[in-house]
């Protein structure tokens, strides 16, 4: 599997603002970035969209996302993700009033999109894809995401608190090849982690020691605002299976 970190526009800093994960060109993880990024073509080639959850920075790209390849490909793009997510979406997001409710819509006339409610901890068709939606700890419900192609697989898990029995949970999946795993904050906003259900480099670390020892974790959903600081926290570590998941970056599970 091809995982392509999508890109942010920050300036100066390589840090996570938004968070958009497209695999193989045809399935992306969140959709922060997902509308600004690639050609409407390349854009209506993405059949499935994961949500983990509803947080602005996983969904901002998403309405230009369904506007750029409307009618483009001969079926809708599927949305799938949470109940409570979808319920934000359609409230929020969907509402009419930041954008038309291409929800709605799509239940009278051509459809922008398919929604797809998951259920946690069940295997779901994507394509040609298994997905498994696993539950974090965060302030509002999330999951983190195994991908299995029957062959390879990896996971995302953004956004989170430390969950020690998940990361274990995860590390014993058979094919697993690598993990995108969040790493917010540098230590001294240890407080601020906590307070938003986040991890710290040092809260990193401790996933990373109850993690299979070969198995390599890229650092993910780094704060623009102290990349460096975090980075160079994470790089102090030593941690040699350990990366540094630059937007922008092209990962190959294989
Ligand atoms: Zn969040
Ligand atoms: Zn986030």
Same mark, same amino acid.
């Given at each position: ?9 920050v ?19 969140d ?16 059949? $499935? ?5 509803s ?11 369904? $506007? ?14 949470? #109940? ?62 195994l ?11 953004? $956004? ?9 949970k ?21 407080e ?9 480099? $040092? ?19 780094? #704060? ?15 941690? #040699? ?14």
């Amino acid at each position: 599997m091809r995982v392509h970190i999508l890109p942010t526009s920050v300036q100066g800093t390589p840090g996570h603002g938004l968070t958009g994960f497209v695999v193989d060109g045809v399935l992306a993880l969140d959709a922060g970035q997902l509308g600004q990024c690639g050609t409407c073509a390349e854009q209506s080639q993405i059949r $499935d969209v994961l949500l983990t959850h509803s947080h602005i920075d996983h969904v901002a790209g998403l309405p230009t996302f369904l $506007d750029n390849v409307y009618g483009i490909a001969s079926t809708p793009p599927t949305l799938h993700a949470l #109940k409570p997510t979808l319920e934000a979406l359609q409230t929020h997001l969907f509402s009419g009033q930041l954008w038309p409710d291409f929800i709605g819509l799509s239940r009278v006339m051509a459809p922008f999109v398919a929604i797809r409610e998951i259920e946690p901890n069940r295997p779901f068709p994507c394509g040609r894809y298994t997905a498994i939606a696993i539950p974090l700890q965060h302030t509002v419900p999330t999951v983190a995401y195994l991908l299995d192609d029957g062959r390879d697989a990896f996971a995302l898990m953004t $956004d989170t608190g430390p969950v020690p029995e998940l990361f274990e949970k995860i590390g014993r999946w058979p094919r697993l090849r690598g993990l995108f795993l969040e790493c917010s904050f540098p230590r001294r906003l240890h407080e601020l982690a906590n307070a938003s259900q986040h991890l710290t480099s $040092d809260q990193f670390a401790d996933a990373v020691a109850l993690l299979p020892p070969g198995l390599t974790v890229f650092a993910t959903h780094i #704060k623009p605002r102290d990349y460096e600081e975090t980075v160079a926290e994470l790089r102090a570590l030593g941690l #040699k299976n350990v990366q540094i998941g630059e937007p922008g970056r092209v990962v190959e599970f294989r």
